[in-house]
């Protein structure tokens, strides 16, 4: 079973700034099969990114994701207030894993 | 619009059984794997199983395999999860979600609200 690590646990920054995080899997995600959540308090989890780098519909394009083998990035350029939540990675080549998830909270 | 509305969950004692079921609409339910997932109070997400367009293939996690049954009605547009053998660390928030194609991929592009299943005596 592929594990996914995200780091950091929780990323405290302020609405406009950049937010980077990381998911590195135990080993390689074949044809960079891995996808991005994010999911809200008290709601269903939402697809943002498939295929490390496309952006699912509807989603802004201040998400991009990057990488591949087993390092893999979520970037959102300026953080809105709408996007403070857990965001969660997860490989859907070799069977399916999530990482534990990155809370981004208000700095 | 696409919908998923789960139903079934509630409080069941230790080694009890119980029955949940997703209610699929705004899409063609038959062209389109199906999964569960979970997550317990507090934690992260927890792939349960998956089942294919037509139900021919299903697939599990290691944690539930021989106590849970996926199965889908593609004449009702409903999927549905039978739970038996409950225990407590099966207590969660289950999630059914719609795969992107017919075959289980795991890419899940539409989540219902899920359904709480609390194992507790």
């Known amino acids: 079973e592929i594990v996914l690590t995200q780091s950091p646990g929780t990323l405290s920054l302020s609405p406009g700034e950049r937010a980077t995080l990381s998911c590195r899997a135990s080993?390689?995600?074949?044809?960079?099969?891995l996808a991005w959540y994010q999911q809200k308090p008290g709601q269903a989890p939402r697809l943002l990114i498939y295929?490390?780098?496309t952006r699912a519909t509807g989603i802004p394009d201040r998400f991009s994701g990057s990488g591949s083998g087993t390092d893999f990035t979520l970037t959102i350029s300026r953080l809105e207030p709408e996007d403070f939540a857990v965001y969660y990675c997860?490989?859907?080549?070799?069977?399916?894993?999530f990482g534990q998830g990155t809370k981004v909270e208000i700095k | 619009e696409v919908q998923l509305l789960e139903s079934g969950g509630g409080l069941v004692q230790p080694g009890g059984s119980l029955r949940l079921s997703c209610a699929a609409s705004?899409?063609?339910?038959?062209?389109?794997?199906m999964t569960w997932v979970r997550q317990a109070p507090g934690k992260g997400l927890e792939w349960v199983s998956a089942?294919?367009?037509?139900?021919?293939?299903?697939y599990y996690a290691d944690s539930v395999k021989g106590r849970f049954t996926i199965s889908r009605d593609n004449s009702k547009d409903t999927l549905s999860l039978q739970m038996n053998s409950l225990r407590a660390d099966d207590t969660a928030v289950y999630y059914c979600?719609?795969?992107?194609?017919?075959?289980?991929?795991?890419?899940?592009?539409?989540w219902g609200q899920g359904t709480l299943v609390t194992v507790s005596s």
């Open positions: 979600a719609k795969d992107i194609g017919g075959r289980v991929r795991g890419l899940l592009d539409y």
């Open positions: 705004g899409f063609t339910f038959s062209s389109y794997a």
């Open positions: 089942i294919s367009s037509s139900g021919g293939s299903t």
């Open positions: 080993q390689s995600v074949s044809d960079s099969y």
């Open positions: 295929g490390a780098s």
């Open positions: 997860q490989q859907y080549g070799n069977s399916r894993t």
